[in-house]
């Protein structure tokens, strides 16, 4: 691995805090379930035609979230430090301000909250206006993450979507005028029937908004979902691979010349904006969710609350715990060696081999041995100033390298 002229920005390679004092907090997860409709290609924990259940839900919430902190804290009785916390779903915004202040509370007595701390609601356009947006503000909700999709109104109804293209600009400038100063948009490529035309036009309208963030994903056709029945009915028809991944490559080229960083494979920030949430993900920092079918990372085990709420909520008001849906599993060191280092080579920065070392206390080149030899030979990879990271050509063909760094 060669060393090469340095393409990240300084904001995301300052290491601020000590692994190890990081390896000690934990962001919080809190799951909304909660949705005006299914979209056609959704396969998360979400439900229609159950909003009268949001209050019950709330209040378990609030059960788990004081459970939680009081099973989290450190063996001297003080609070689990958390740096961050994120509200998805499901529709968070389908809350009222009331609720959401209500949770904001809970997390705050169970958990010693960073006073900087990144608190994100991910919210559907078509759920927002400005008199609600001024009051998640003022109860401290201080990122938001709209579910936009697409500018295209065909492509919508495709989607299953309920919100118009207007309502996404009117989205934005509401969140403008209630105090929001860090808005991400997520957007959707590879959709049937979708041109390089559309997802052109997408970019340039979504861009004349100025959000700090923008999260680009590719279609994946999930099992269970209305897609996926579709698609092996014949009746709807994938995007194709290489359109997709022109798609992908001029979002790079039209987002970079804007100012926005490509800092992870499916996201790009305004310098300073990245997700500091979803880097607790990619740098497999410990983690703590809450909510039906919420994932949790921490204590070098994971596991999975009950999906159903139903069961959810008649378990929490009998206090019962735990309410793990399945078998907790224990992360060994390579499992745990392992998940950091494809989960790290995601992002822009890659893996800093020093931080590594000093996570496992064993060099990251005793782990890999010569598993990465072949995809570093075709240029992959690239090394600089102590960190290991995908080359650009790899970052196209980064399963090539991911797969390579799975535990044996």
Request: aromatic fraction near 10%; glycine fraction near 8%.
């Amino acid at each position: 691995m060669q060393a090469t002229t340095s393409r990240i920005p300084q904001f995301l390679l300052n290491t601020t805090e000590p692994i190890q004092d990081l390896l000690e907090t934990a962001s919080l997860y809190l799951h909304i379930p909660f949705c005006h409709t299914r979209c056609h290609y959704c396969d998360f924990n979400t439900y229609a035609g159950i909003l009268p259940l949001r209050e019950p839900y709330v209040r378990a919430l609030l059960t788990e979230i004081e459970l939680a902190g009081a099973k989290a804290r450190y063996a001297d009785g003080r609070k689990r430090r958390s740096r961050t916390i994120f509200f998805g779903g499901g529709t968070p915004s389908l809350l009222s301000i009331e609720q959401m202040t209500r949770l904001l509370d809970a997390c705050y007595a169970a958990f010693d909250v960073d006073a900087n701390a990144e608190i994100t609601m991910e919210a559907n356009p078509g759920t927002l206006d400005e008199g609600q947006l001024a009051g998640l503000r003022k109860a401290g909700i201080n990122r938001l993450s709209m579910g936009a999709q697409s500018f295209d109104a065909q492509l919508l109804q495709t989607l299953g979507r309920i919100h118009t293209p207007e309502e996404i600009t009117q989205a934005v400038h509401s969140a403008r005028a209630a105090g929001f100063t860090s808005i991400n948009i997520d957007f959707m490529f590879g959709l049937p029937g979708q041109s390089m035309q559309q997802w052109q036009d997408t970019l340039e309208q979504a861009l004349a908004l100025h959000p700090e963030h923008f999260s680009l994903y590719s279609l994946i056709v999930e099992e269970g979902t209305p897609f996926f029945t579709w698609v092996n009915e014949g009746t709807l028809t994938p995007g194709d691979e290489d359109l997709c991944a022109d798609m992908y490559e001029y979002a790079d080229d039209y987002l970079s010349k804007a100012g926005y960083y490509n800092y992870e494979i499916s996201n790009w920030s305004l310098p300073g904006h990245h997700s500091r949430h979803n880097l607790t993900y990619w740098q497999n920092l410990p983690y703590i969710g809450m909510g039906a079918g919420a994932s949790s990372f921490f204590n070098d085990q994971r596991y999975t609350i009950e999906r159903d709420p139903a069961t959810y909520m008649k378990r929490l008001k009998a206090r019962e715990i735990p309410l793990i849906e399945s078998e907790v599993e224990v992360v060994n060191k390579e499992q745990a060696m392992s998940e950091t280092s494809f989960l790290g080579l995601r992002t822009a920065m890659g893996i800093h081999l020093p931080t590594f070392e000093q996570r496992f206390g064993e060099p990251f080149s005793q782990f890999v041995g010569d598993r990465l030899h072949t995809v570093n030979d075709a240029g992959l990879l690239e090394f600089e100033d102590g960190w290991l990271r995908l080359s650009t050509r790899g970052r196209l063909l980064g399963n090539e390298v991911f797969v390579r760094l799975l535990p044996d």
